[in-house]
């Protein structure tokens, strides 16, 4: 059974940026960073297959979300660069066993839940 930790939130500023990581124990293939910002749904950021380390990114998150994988550690990273306001929310790391197919935006694509870290982003 994969279990997720994620660390890394916090307040921060706007224009700065975060590093954010996943520390994963266990076995899976997909590994992907969802955003919960107050008052909305879930949304994906991004997916990483740890076949390549190839990352899907949707194309409204493309630029500023940036994740890689140090395997050695089996942490996922997720850097967010140019922190605006709307960056606020929740950041949870999702694992699954599928290598982030078609589906990869669905949070029932995956099996596994962190618990989150909280961003605040103000100045």
């Known amino acids: 059974q994969v279990q997720l930790v994620e660390s890394g939130g916090g307040l921060a500023q706007p224009g700065g940026s975060l590093t954010l990581s996943c520390a994963a124990s266990?076995?899976?293939?997909?590994l992907a960073w969802f955003r919960q910002a107050p008052g909305k749904e879930r949304e994906v950021l991004s997916c990483?297959?740890?076949?390549?380390?190839?990352?899907v990114y949707p194309d409204t998150m493309k630029g500023r979300f940036s994740s890689t994988r140090d395997a050695a550690k089996n942490i996922v990273y997720l850097q967010i660069s140019n922190l605006k306001s709307e960056d606020t929310g929740t950041y949870i790391c999702?694992?699954?066993?599928?290598?982030?197919?078609?589906?990869?935006?669905?949070?029932?694509?995956?099996?596994?839940w962190g618990q989150g870290t909280q961003v605040t982003v103000s100045s």
């Open positions: 999702a694992a699954s066993r599928g290598y982030c197919g078609s589906f990869y935006y669905a949070p029932g694509a995956y099996e596994a």
């Open positions: 266990g076995d899976y293939y997909g």
């Open positions: 990483l297959r740890t076949l390549d380390d190839k990352v």
